[in-house]
């Protein structure tokens, strides 16, 4: 089953004097359920106005957005609200109310929807328990690290035990450090119960440690997605690119880069792979290949549930020139899903 839909979803925000500012166009998407699923995208390409559709806080002006079988537009009072029961949501800022104690904060989607209060403290607790602040119960949000800050938000979200937690830009005021431990817990809640995450997100990096489904916004528009996996070892569109260099280098050295160029290396390939997909290539390349073949750069990058690399080999000197040599190389990209290759000097 899939817990969000989005088809044909458009959103255009009046500017005032009868004008109107497009922030989405035409954007299909399916989060499957029990996933992690990100959305990137650069400052104002509609990642929030995306994500703050599925609880109903923004309404599609085009197309549909179905959650957990309902949508969110067509819904009013007390049916929207026991969606948005199901729908936890954490934000950049933590949003948490400075004047209330830990546990009154987690404990306020509780109180606003009446429940009894021997209830609200043993869910209280078990979600300060399961966030790993059993022990700040009765402290001020100002005493709190932005990490734990963020560890309150995230029990506040699941107080109510939603199907669909939202992220926004969850980890962005955080250190490299905390951000870590803050997508560890994110992968242990998914993990333990199962609930859907969908996060939006401008840095690559946080895809690459926590989800496993990726799409990349840009300009209102979506313009790449699926499998971490095969977005990060064969991204597609120029911004997707850019944003996957960040995490998974493309960068041989000037020294490297001009020797290519200048034919020292022979006919050159780069081959990008995930999982095994290089563990026989060497191997294969051998059987097929008569000729030198000299490993030029090679680098593997783990990321939350595959791995992936890349290898730049030169060939030179084989029988058949390079129409043979590339001929052997289609074919064992074609007998191999994982594998691609590409010509960077013929
Ligand atoms: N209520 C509004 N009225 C007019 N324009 C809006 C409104 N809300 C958002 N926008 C515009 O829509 C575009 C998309 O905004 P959105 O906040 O969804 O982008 P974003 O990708 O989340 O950006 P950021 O990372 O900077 O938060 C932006 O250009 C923004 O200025």
């Known amino acids: 089953m899939s817990a969000i839909v989005y088809e044909h979803v458009g959103k255009s925000y009046p500017t005032g004097k009868g004008q109107s500012f497009q922030a989405l166009s035409d954007v299909s998407l399916t989060v499957p359920d ?38 969110p537009a067509s819904l009013k009072g007390r049916e929207l609200r026991l969606l948005r029961r199901q729908i936890g949501m954490i934000f950049q800022h933590y949003n948490l109310l400075s ?18 209060k021997d209830e609200i403290a043993r869910k209280v607790s078990q979600m300060l328990e399961l966030v790993g602040l059993e022990d700040k119960h009765n402290v001020y949000p100002s005493q709190l690290s932005g990490g734990q800050r963020q560890r309150v938000g995230i029990a506040r ?63 209102g528009r979506l313009i790449e997605q699926g499998p971490v996996g095969r977005v990060f070892a064969h991204p597609v569109q120029p911004l997707t690119r850019k944003f996957v260099n960040t995490v998974v280098p493309n ?38 290949y008569d000729g030198n073949v000299s490993l030029l750069y090679a680098n593997e990058v783990p990321l939350r549930n595959v791995t992936v690399g890349k290898i730049v080999l030169g060939f030179s000197g084989g029988s058949g020139g390079s129409s043979a040599l590339s001929g052997r190389i289609g074919e064992l990209v074609r007998n191999d899903p994982k594998l691609e290759a590409e010509v960077l000097h013929d």
């Open 34 to 71: 029990g996933e992690i699923f990100g959305v990137i995208g650069s400052s104002g390409a509609g990642k929030s106005t995306l994500l703050r559709m599925v609880n109903g806080l923004e309404l599609p002006t085009e197309g549909h957005v179905n959650v957990l079988g309902q949508e």
């Open 99 to 116: 004047s209330k104690t830990i546990a009154e904060n987690v404990a306020i989607p509780l109180v606003l929807s009446h429940t009894p």
């Open 251 to 288: 960068t041989l050295n000037e020294d490297l880069r001009n020797r290519i160029d200048q034919g020292d290396e022979g006919t050159v390939v780069q081959f990008s792979y995930t999982d095994d997909g290089a563990k026989t290539l060497l191997a294969d390349i051998r059987k097929a």
């Open 157 to 219: 979200a699941l107080v109510t035990n939603p199907k669909i937690l939202l992220c926004d830009e969850a980890t962005s005021a955080l250190d490299p450090l905390t951000t870590v431990q803050i997508l560890k817990l994110l992968q242990r809640i998914n993990h333990e119960y199962g609930i859907t995450i969908m996060l939006i997100t401008h840095q690559m990096s946080v895809i690459a440690k926590a989800c496993n489904y990726v799409a990349v916004v840009e300009h």
